[in-house]
């Protein structure tokens, strides 16, 4: 993966994530954690928490509003609930958070570094040194709110932080990972998202390295009056041309609208995990039906849980995809299924707590799942995209459906007003 690995747009949304879903995120985002670390190791979920494109699809499949900045405040909350008391067994620590939360990292980083060995001061100031280059080296109109600080007892470490442009309604978040970083201010970054805005000070870029340089040497030579009256001459005057755009970057554009749309999903990925879950899931995975109550719904929530796991970077592309795992709690693409959401979280617990004890029986009949998605998609074809949140509204009441509008009714009841507040 390399540094610096694309940049989006996400829109800022107020509100909170209520407590019946806040658990469930806590849960579900824990034990998936549990898993990659199983197959992959520590590392490789760092580097998975570093990649936005896979962040946010982390976020969607556990009930986030898919394409909105909440998903960063509460996927950084759930894991500090989830992770931090298994810090023992898995060696990973969740520091910070939104606002008066962010302040208390580097006091964290000390107490975790006295408990397992690291240098605390050392994670410390690497803490207050991201911060401080996203704050202030990297001027881009965004005042940062959230810093989540996540180490191994490794030392190895990634960042997410994100800034908001009120007047834009918009949100950047930054991506940082300690593997393979040798500068804080020389292009730094393991992924910038957020909405491009004209010209930006980035005094990160490797490019501006000479500036960095000539701004201390002339802090050092020259008074306030005489830099203003340079400044001045160097002023480029207001018909001077376009500097030449520079090559873009990967750009995730999460878009303003609420509903989730054709354009957002790559279908024939979305055919895949649903054939799999209805063609092979009862048949070829008995494994994934041992937990009593468990159905073909689960099974295809299943299959996009296990790709979160399993599957590589190209194909978080379509982060809304995983939304319709177990839908969104404003209601978009449907109320999210607690009876399904409650089943996903029961085999992931049953599958992990086995393998621990070496019976990986049910942990692969996950990876064979995703598997079989990818090659299925290759091929097969299915309903649209209406269709499928069509059937998920109908049967929705009967699959615990709710949201933040509250519990979801049958189809023929007297239709209620939405009114937020469940």
Known sequence: MTQRSGSADVPLHGGRVPKWLGDRMTKLGAVLCEAIIHHYGRDELLRRLAHPFWFQSFGAVMGMDWHSSGITTSVIGALKRGLNPLGNELGIH?????????????GELLAIGDHVGLDGEALATASRLVAKVDSAAVQDGYDLYLHGFIVSDDGRWVVVQQGMNGDARQARRYHWLSEGLESFVDQPHAAIEGERQGEIVNLTDHRAEKARGGQIALLKTMSPEKILSELAVLEPPAEAPEPAAQPLLPNLVMPAHHDVRDSDIVMRRLHGNIAAAIESGPKDFPELLLVPGVGPRTVRALAMVAEVVHGAPCRFSDPARFSLAHGGKDRHPFPVPLKVYDETISVLKSAVSKAKLGREEELQALKRLDGESRRMERYVTGPSLKEI???????????????????????????KPLKKGA
């Open 94 to 106: 969740v520091c910070g958070g939104r606002g008066a939360h962010s302040r208390k990292t580097p």
């Open 389 to 415: 949140v069509a059937g998920e509204m109908d049967q929705s009441h009967l699959l615990g459906g709710r949201s933040v509008f509250g519990w979801e009714p049958p189809p023929d009841s007297d239709p």
